[in-house]
């Protein structure tokens, strides 16, 4: 469960965040719409404890991020728009690596590792290293790490983008297991396809605030909009938007 | 459960140890000075003992002109060549040629002048820009004696003392001991030795900071419930042990070639055991630590890897100029140089070349130096870490 009420952040003159208020459910896919420069990677950051917030209040679990960031970062799966692969190392050692990062190890670590490879359908790139890995392979990786220390919030950034038809269906499959185990995951994304078929909640903001939430058919029944792309320009207010 | 930088310490190492280039220059490094130090200090002892071997070769023109100054070269173990005449450019190549250090050419009219007692002209051709200084002093020793001994027999035959052509004498007396002369030399080659603790590490924290930042894989790194000082440490003591392996491998090489070596040949001494060597090698690792931490802190707020690089190769000279400028002051070893991280390793050593007695207090002012100029940088990378304006330029 995260829950955020009027938080907002701002660099210098910048307003960044200029009040954002949801919540997100435990068990519940919750799609993060906006255009690009809205303020998702800042919020996100704020989520994960990196940036302080100078309003508002964010509790994840009942935990605020501010007072106590690791143990809200051992309980988050976070994927960035980079995937921060190391070439060098193969998908098993990138793996370990934040297995132990995350405070795992020995034979617990191994098993989890193969479970999500075969989550993912990663199996043949397991022993390889990441040097000339396909944007999906990539992806796959991180979603990995992702979910390799059992978190029970992931925030996942554009996570379907570069996919080809197989691995956004693993993907999708996957995070309909999450779902199902209870987990609370928020997905920033531009691909309004994804949000009718996968997600039970819309939180659309843009200029750093929140502009609406709710499940999609309420945004298009609020606009009076049938499709939920055109519902999501008229919440936003401007064709630029998109475009941007 | 394994400590969080210790995590990181060994991700950072098994990721540096699989790049070849990395690896390449640290051994670069790590032999090179070591055996071109060897190289240099070889040659001088070649030079220098090469005129006791086999004594000087001079090419003299119209020999038969002078057959006692001839027997006196010769009586000196300067073996006398005896060439045809020639004119000035063929001297020139002759010398260039570096067969002789120093053609004699005797006038033509050396006899009649000698004969009738005006002074008889013995030209001495020497290429200056040759070091073979100590073999022509060698020949112009000879002639000044051949012309004392002469002037002093016509003196006699005059009624005169010989004694009225040397109103003083200068007798030369030289206090420097090998040690001092050589500690003079060792005190130039040190700065070099201990430029290895900024070179190994160099490229390393470059790629670990700054490199992953702009490889973008930084961001997920610090959403790991890790703290900034663990991540920081874990890369500190990454490029901190390469240092430390480059600077001991190579002076452990440096050691050996300088013991092998006959310094005494050439007045200098190399008094180090490999106790001390040891000693000296402990002393040395905060300094490894410190360059390590300065390293960090600089890439990591360099705004792109190459910024990072050019920083880093300005900040390597920087620990070199208290060396410089303590040789061209030409100061005393004095207590406050162990003060100094860097310039106290060269002079611990200098000081523990020359075979004295040092006693602990210097090596642990060495040690604790750089040891506390490591923590300061290594807590500076951390506060920055944490830093917003750190976290927006990931």
């Given at each position: 469960m995260i829950e955020v009420q009027d938080v907002r952040k701002q660099f210098g003159e910048v307003k960044a965040l200029g009040g954002v208020s949801f919540s997100a459910r435990d068990g519940q896919i919750t799609a993060l719409l906006?255009?690009?420069?809205?303020?998702k990677t800042t919020l996100l950051r704020t989520l994960i404890g990196l940036l302080k917030r100078d309003h508002g209040s964010i509790s994840i679990d009942g935990v605020d991020p501010e007072k106590d960031p690791l143990a809200v970062r051992r309980n988050i799966g976070f994927l960035t728009?980079?995937?921060?692969?190391?070439?060098?190392?193969s998908t098993r050692e990138y793996l370990e690596y934040f297995g132990e990062l995350n405070g795992m190890g020995g034979p617990t670590l191994h098993t989890r590792i193969d479970e999500v490879a075969e989550l993912l359908a990663m199996d043949d790139i397991l022993?390889?290293?990441?040097?000339?890995?396909s944007q999906g392979q990539r992806i796959k990786v991180a979603l990995a790490r992702t979910l390799l220390h059992r978190p029970r919030h992931l925030l996942l950034d554009?996570?379907?983008?570069?996919?080809?038809v197989m691995a956004t269906r693993a993907l999708r499959h996957a995070l309909t297991a999450l779902r199902a185990d209870g987990c609370c995951v928020i997905m920033a994304t531009h691909v309004m396809q994804e949000v009718t078929h996968l997600c039970d909640d819309v939180i659309v903001i843009a200029k750093g605030h929140t502009v609406a939430q709710g499940s999609p058919e309420e945004l298009c029944r609020r606009t009076g909009i049938a499709s939920l792309e055109d519902a999501f320009v008229s919440l936003v207010g401007t064709e630029e938007g998109i475009a941007a | 459960m394994k400590p969080k930088f210790f995590v990181v310490l060994i991700k950072e190492l098994r990721e540096t140890l699989r790049d070849k280039r990395t690896l390449g220059l640290l051994a670069l490094f790590t032999f090179m000075y070591p055996l071109m130090l060897g190289f240099l200090l070889n040659k001088t002892i070649d030079r220098a003992t090469k005129p006791e071997r086999d004594g000087v070769k001079v090419a003299v023109i119209g020999s038969s002109k002078a057959p006692t100054l001839m027997a006196q070269l010769k009586q000196r173990n300067v073996t006398v060549v005896d060439t045809q005449p020639m004119d000035e450019t063929a001297i020139g190549e002759l010398l260039r040629a570096e067969k002789y250090p120093v053609v004699l050419r005797l006038s033509d009219k050396f006899t009649d002048n000698y004969a009738a007692m005006r002074p008889a002209r013995v030209e001495l051709w020497f290429d200056s820009?040759?070091?073979n200084y100590s073999q022509r002093r060698e020949v112009e020793e000879v002639l000044e004696a051949y012309g004392a001994n002469v002037a002093s027999a016509r003196l006699l035959a005059h009624g005169v003392s010989p004694a009225t052509l040397a109103p003083i004498q200068v007798q030369r007396f030289d206090t420097g001991t090998n040690a001092s002369r050589s500690a003079g030399f060792i005190g130039s080659i040190l700065g070099i030795l201990f430029l290895p603790a900024f070179i190994c590490g160099m490229s390393t924290a470059v790629d670990i900071t700054a490199g992953e930042r702009e490889r973008r894989s930084m961001e997920v790194l610090m959403a790991q419930p890790a703290r900034a000082w663990e991540l920081v440490t874990g890369k500190w003591l990454t490029a901190g042990v390469l240092a430390i392996a480059g600077v001991t491998l190579e002076l452990a090489l440096a050691h050996a070639i300088l013991s092998w070596m006959p310094l005494e040949e050439i007045g200098m001494s190399w008094a180090l055991t490999w106790v001390d060597l040891v000693v000296v090698c402990v002393a040395s690792v905060p300094l490894c630590l410190f360059a390590a931490g300065l390293q960090i802190a600089l890439a990591m707020n360099a705004k792109s890897f190459k910024e990072a690089q050019s920083v880093l190769s300005i900040a390597m000279l920087v620990p070199l100029v208290p060396g410089v400028v303590i040789s061209m002051m030409e100061l005393k070893t004095a207590a406050w140089m162990y003060m100094v991280p860097m310039l106290s390793n060269q002079t611990l050593l200098r000081e523990m070349a020359k075979g004295?007695?040092?006693?602990l207090w210097p090596v642990a002012m060495t040690f604790l130096s750089s040891a506390i100029a490591a923590a300061l940088a290594v807590g500076f990378a951390s506060w920055r870490m944490k830093s917003e304006r750190y976290v927006l330029s990931v």
């Open positions: 906006g255009p690009n420069g809205a303020g728009d980079q995937f921060g692969l190391y070439e060098r190392l022993e390889r290293r990441a040097k000339g890995f554009e996570p379907s983008r570069g996919l080809d | 820009a040759d070091e004295g007695d040092i006693g």
